[in-house]
Nanobody, 120 residues
Framework: VQLQAYGGGLVQARGSLRLSCAAS????????MGWYRQAPGKQRELVAS???????YYGDSVKGRFTISGDNAKNTIYLQMNSLKPEDTGVYYC???????????????WGQGTLVTVSS
C-alpha cells in the first residue's frame, strides 16, 4: 500500500493551497483517510479526516479555513487550505485506515510528507 501526497509548496499568508493524497496498492476497503501535520519542534497533530461515508473531522486550529473532501472511486482525498497563516507551516502527512483483504484487520498506513511553508 502506498499513500502519495501532492501539492505542498510555498505560499504567502492569506493565500490558498490544495493538497491531494492517493492510496494505491493492494486495498480491499478504506474506512477513512486524513491529514496530520508536524511543525518543527512540535508534535504531529490532526488537521482533518474523512470517512468513506463522508463524515469529516477537523482540528480546532483549521476549522472554517480548511476543507477536506474525498473521491472514493479514486481512493483519493483533497485538502483545500484557505486563509493560510504562518503557523500552518509544517510537513503534512496523509494517512489511511484500511483493510488489505476481506478477512484482514483494519490497519493504519502513512504516506510521505509534503512540506507546506506559509510566509508572513
Amino acid at each position: 500500500v502506498q499513500l502519495q501526497a501532492y501539492g505542498g509548496g510555498l505560499v504567502q499568508a492569506r493565500g490558498s493551497l490544495r493538497l491531494s493524497c492517493a492510496a494505491s496498492g493492494s486495498i480491499y476497503s478504506i474506512n477513512s483517510m486524513g491529514w496530520y501535520r508536524q511543525a518543527p519542534g512540535k508534535q504531529r497533530e490532526l488537521v482533518a479526516s474523512i470517512t468513506t461515508a463522508g463524515n469529516t473531522y477537523y482540528g480546532d486550529s483549521v476549522k472554517g479555513r480548511f476543507t477536506i473532501s474525498g473521491d472514493n472511486a479514486k481512493n483519493t482525498i483533497y485538502l483545500q487550505m484557505n486563509s493560510l497563516k504562518p503557523e500552518d507551516t509544517g510537513v503534512y502527512y496523509c494517512n489511511s485506515n484500511l483493510k488489505r483483504s476481506w478477512s484482514g484487520s483494519v490497519s493504519l498506513y502513512w504516506g510521505q510528507g509534503t512540506l507546506v511553508t506559509v510566509s508572513s
